[in-house]
C-alpha cells in the first residue's frame, strides 16, 4: 500500500478537465507572456505549451509550475511534441520568426506560412474541434494561411488583429484626455501592421464623438494634428524594438482577454483577423481586423461599421494589398474548402 492510500480511500480516478484546455504553440517572448497572462487571470486551469525547442519549454513549464501556489490550481505541461494539446479548446499560435526594428511584418510572410503549414495539420489531428487564435507575423496573412491549413470553418480561426494596436490608440488617446483608456472608444481596424485604419469618425468618449465636435479631428487638415497618434501607433512595435528588442507584454495581456472571451462565451468585441468576405464589397477570403464578437463558438458576429468614405476606401485598399501578399504565398498541402454556414 502506498502513501496515498494511507491518506485516502479514493473512489475515482482524477479526470483531466478538458473544459477550459488552452494550447500554446511557440514558447518564446510572447507565447509565456500570453502564459502569464492567462494563468495570473484565470483564463484556463489547463495549460499546454508546445514548442519546436523542448529543452526551453521544459525549462518554461517547470518554472511556471513553481508559481502554482499563487495561480488557481492549473495543470501545466509541454515539451515538443503536439499530442499533449490532444482536446484543446483553444489553440493560440505565437510560433514563428519575428521582425528585426526596421523591417515590415510583411516580410516575415513566407517564412512563417512554411512553419503554420506544418504546425497547424498537427494541431488539429489532436484536436479537431478546436478554435485558432493567431498571433504569429503578418498576423492577418497568417490567420489566412492557418484556416487554409486547417480546414476548420472560418468562424473557429482568428487572428489577434488590431487588438493590440487599437490598445495603443487607445492608451494614446487617454493620455491627451488624461482618462481611463477603458473610457475610450476606439477602433483601429484593417491590418495589425503600417497599413492599419484609425476610425477617427467613431472615436467616442463619454457618448460624444468627437467629430461632431471638431469635423476635422484625425485628418490632414486638422490644425491640432491629432492624426500624429495613430503615426505613433504604427511605430510603436520598432520603437519598441528598437528599446528592447521585442514586444510581448501588451500583446500577452490583449490575448489572455481574447482568450477569455472565447473560452468563457464573454461575448466580447475585439478587432480580430476575420474572413472579410462579403463585407465592405470584398468578394474574396481575405482575412481582416475588423470588430466582432467573440464567445464559446468562435466568432459569433462581425460588427457591421458605419464607415465613412474615406474609410470605406482605406480598408478596401488594405484588403487589396493582404492579398496580393496572401497570393505570393505557397502553402504546402491541400487547397481546403471553408465549411462556415455562409460558405457552405
Ligand atoms: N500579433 C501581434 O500583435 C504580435 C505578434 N508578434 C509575433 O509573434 C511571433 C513570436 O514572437 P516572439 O515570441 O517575440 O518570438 P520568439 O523568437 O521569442 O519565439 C518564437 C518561438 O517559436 C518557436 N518555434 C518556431 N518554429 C516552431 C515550430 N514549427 N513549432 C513550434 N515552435 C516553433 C521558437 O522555438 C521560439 O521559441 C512573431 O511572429 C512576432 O512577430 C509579436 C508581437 C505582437
Ligand atoms: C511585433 C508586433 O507585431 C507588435 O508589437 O505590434
Known amino acids: 500500500m502506498n502513501i496515498q492510500n494511507k491518506i485516502f480511500w479514493r473512489d475515482q480516478p482524477h479526470i483531466e478537465n478538458i473544459g477550459d484546455k488552452i494550447s500554446i504553440v511557440g514558447a518564446g517572448m510572447v507565447g509565456m507572456s500570453v502564459a502569464v497572462s492567462m494563468l495570473g487571470t484565470g483564463v484556463t486551469k489547463n495549460l499546454v505549451l508546445v514548442d519546436a525547442f523542448g529543452d526551453k519549454v521544459k525549462g518554461e513549464v ?11 490550481h492549473p495543470r501545466i505541461q509541454g515539451g515538443n511534441d503536439f499530442s499533449a ?17 526596421g523591417e515590415s511584418r510583411l516580410s516575415l510572410a513566407q517564412r512563417n506560412a512554411d512553419i503554420m503549414a506544418k504546425l497547424v495539420p498537427e494541431l488539429v489531428k489532436h484536436s479537431p474541434d478546436t478554435m485558432i487564435l493567431m498571433v504569429g507575423n503578418p498576423c492577418d496573412v497568417m490567420t489566412y494561411v492557418a484556416w487554409k491549413a486547417s480546414g476548420l470553418p472560418s468562424h473557429k480561426v482568428m487572428g489577434a488583429g488590431t487588438t493590440l494596436d487599437t490598445q495603443r490608440f487607445k492608451v494614446a488617446l487617454s493620455r491627451k484626455f488624461n ?11 484593417g491590418e495589425h501592421g503600417d497599413n492599419s485604419i484609425a476610425l477617427w469618425s467613431s472615436v467616442n468618449i463619454g457618448g460624444i464623438r468627437i467629430q461632431q465636435i471638431n469635423s476635422k479631428f484625425g485628418t490632414d487638415e486638422d490644425p491640432e494634428n491629432w492624426m500624429e497618434l495613430h503615426k505613433d501607433v504604427i511605430g510603436a512595435a520598432q520603437a519598441i524594438q528598437e ?4 514586444t510581448n507584454w501588451g500583446v500577452g495581456m490583449s490575448v489572455a482577454a481574447m482568450a477569455k472571451a472565447l473560452i468563457t462565451n464573454k461575448l466580447t468585441i475585439y478587432p480580430v483577423s476575420v474572413n472579410a468576405k462579403g463585407r465592405y464589397g470584398i468578394e474574396e477570403d481575405i482575412f481582416i481586423p475588423l470588430p466582432s464578437v467573440l464567445g464559446s463558438n468562435g466568432i459569433t458576429d462581425v460588427v457591421h461599421l458605419n464607415l465613412n468614405e474615406r474609410e470605406l476606401t482605406d ?15 505557397k502553402i504546402k498541402g491541400k487547397e481546403i474548402k471553408c465549411k462556415c454556414r455562409r460558405c457552405k
Open 62 to 72: 517547470l518554472d511556471l509550475q513553481h508559481g502554482a501556489l499563487f495561480l488557481k
Open 85 to 101: 494539446t490532444q482536446g484543446s479548446k483553444l489553440c493560440i499560435i505565437t510560433a514563428g520568426v519575428r521582425q528585426e526594428p
Open 179 to 189: 482618462l481611463n483608456p477603458a473610457n475610450i472608444h476606439a477602433w483601429i481596424i
Open 243 to 246: 528599446l528592447k528588442g521585442y
Open 315 to 329: 480598408l478596401q485598399n488594405t484588403a487589396k494589398l493582404l492579398k496580393q501578399v496572401q497570393d505570393t504565398i
